[in-house]
């Protein structure tokens, strides 16, 4: 599971590494996130499923 004080971040890592093409290392960064909390995890923060917690300012 993913820290509580780290789940805003890391979210948030994960949300714009699907919008942001230019920064491949964002992908990659997305995989470990996805390897190391699963991929319901990812999913929610792609998604922006309630209690996701991505920083959207």
Known sequence: TCPDEL?????SL???????GE???LKEVRS?????YGKEFT???LELRGGCEVSVT
């Open 7 to 11: 789940r805003e971040a890391i979210s």
């Open 14 to 20: 994960i949300f714009v590494s699907s919008r942001c």
């Open 23 to 25: 920064l491949p290392e």
């Open 43 to 45: 999913a929610s923060a």
């Open 32 to 36: 470990i996130f996805t390897s190391r």
